[in-house]
T-cell receptor, first 118, second 110 residues
Framework: DTGVSQDPRHKITKRGQNVTFRCDPISEHNRLYWYRQTLGQGPEFLTYFQNEAQLEKSRLLSDRFSAERPKGSFSTLEIQRTEQGDSAMYLC????????????????FGQGTRLTVV | QKEVEQDPGPLSVPEGAIVSLNCTYSNSAFQYFMWYRQYSRKGPELLMYTYSSGNKEDGRFTAQVDKSSKYISLFIRDSQPSDSATYLCAMRGSNYKLTFGKGTLLTVNP
């Protein structure tokens, strides 16, 4: 198992452009999470999926943000009309629910996509 | 007041020192407590998880939870330069949504 994979690792975009990030979770994991981390802060929850259903969205997720997880496998996070305040590390994590072993239900993170809006 | 408070440091120690990292929290609904390690420009790596008050040991790492005081700690024994990273405490209730501290930047000097 290669862990949670995110693509791209780094994205530089001009203000007003749309961007899309992809996350491939650990293969047996049915829960998938998106978090955002800004410099000097801990990650903040954005949204999560169980299989293909989006079960919770944070108030941080404005209308310009949309996440999907078709077929309950990989997920995409799209940001429309990017703003400089969107510059951050976008982290994807996955977990298994219910777990088979102790600790399975905890989130395992990918390496993140660093977004810079210029 | 933030739900999770963590001193951001930075913390600098000599190799071999015992490191103590701490977080306090205010939400009584938090039941599960984690420590993540994050190297520069990388994603957080799950280091320890604890589901009850008391101590949990894994090699050089010990996680301690005191729910009555709403206080958690991570101790690193015989610290190594490779331990240099940001350490994030995280916690959750039953809904699997993690709330993180700001992270403490640790440098272990050879």
């Amino acid at each position: 198992d290669t862990g949670v994979s995110q693509d791209p690792r780094h994205k530089i975009t001009k203000r007003g452009q749309n961007v899309t990030f992809r996350c491939d979770p650990i293969s047996e994991h049915n829960r998938l999470y998106w978090y955002r981390q800004t410099l000097g802060q801990g990650p903040e929850f954005l949204t999560y999926f169980q299989n293909e259903a989006q079960l919770e969205k944070s108030r941080l997720l404005s209308d310009r943000f949309s996440a999907e997880r078709p077929k309950g496998s990989f997920s995409t996070l799209e940001i429309q009309r990017t703003e400089q305040g969107d510059s951050a590390m976008y982290l994807c994590a996955s977990s298994l629910f219910p777990g088979k072993r102790l600790g399975d239900t905890e989130a395992f993170f990918g390496q993140g996509t660093r977004l810079t809006v210029v | 007041q933030k739900e999770v408070e963590q001193d951001p440091g930075p913390l600098s120690v000599p190799e071999g020192a015992i490191v103590s990292l701490n977080c306090t929290y205010s939400n009584s609904a938090f039941q599960y407590f984690m420590w993540y390690r994050q190297y520069s420009r990388k994603g957080p790596e799950l280091l320890m998880y604890t589901y009850s008050s008391g101590n949990k040991e894994d090699g050089r790492f010990t996680a301690q939870v005191d729910k009555s005081s709403k206080y958690i700690s991570l101790f690193i024994r015989d610290s190594q330069p490779s331990d240099s990273a940001t350490y994030l405490c995280a916690m959750r209730g039953s809904n699997y949504k993690l709330t993180f501290g700001k992270g403490t930047l640790l440098t272990v000097n050879p």
